[in-house]
């Protein structure tokens, strides 16, 4: 069954430095999005991807946030400066163009910002 | 914007019980409501979903009731087994911006006793 998958699985950065997480979303999807899971919270929403354009994007998702769809199977997510808080489990998802509405999740990336 | 309250935040059950797990939503343009399972350390995976013109929906041992007017939707598990024990998190969606954004519960931990 194809998945979603997403690299490095852990990542550890100082705080200020940029990182980036990389995303394969399943390869006839057309929606993709990112979210994150705080230690111990609930899954929250940052951004929705469509058409190589954001759609939608929540109040976590600030200027030091990017997305970008570089070519046709990568979905990145930037964070140029990163803060302590910014430390949590980043899940990318998409879904295909007859069930949007159903979301494929990958394995996450753990960042833990130092 | 949408808020989803999730109860119970924990739930032990013998094998063999039933569990159930409630949800209230506030925004009524929702019309998405999945539910997903995350084992510790794995990626959420969807077991079940329910669209908002649908009262209920079975599969196998996995049911989903929405209530509209209440704003509310349940999970309940029957005949529960050890391998059930994990993370449930429902969610309301919307696709008011052309994609569908999630807004998850805080997540039930469900332990299924031997």
Redesign the interface.
Known sequence: EPE?TQTPSHQVTQMGQEVILRCVPISNHL?F?W?RQILG?????LV???NNEI??KSEIFDDQFSVERPDGSNFTLKIRSTKLEDSAMY?CAS?DGTA?????????TQLSVL | GENVEQHPSTLSVQEGDSAVIKCTYSDSASN?F?W?KQELG?????II?I?SNVGEKKDQRIAVTLNKTAKHFSLHITETQPEDSAVY?CAA?D?K???????????TRLKVLA
Do not use: C, H, M
């Open positions: 979603v929606y999005y979210y919270q609930k899954v929250e929403f929705s991807f469509y759609s939608e899940f879904s949007a509405e159903k979301l494929f999740f990958g394995s996450g | 998405y999945p997903y794995k990626r959420p995976q969807l979903d669209r998190f969606s696709n911006s052309g994609t569908y954004k999630y807004i998850f519960g805080t997540g």
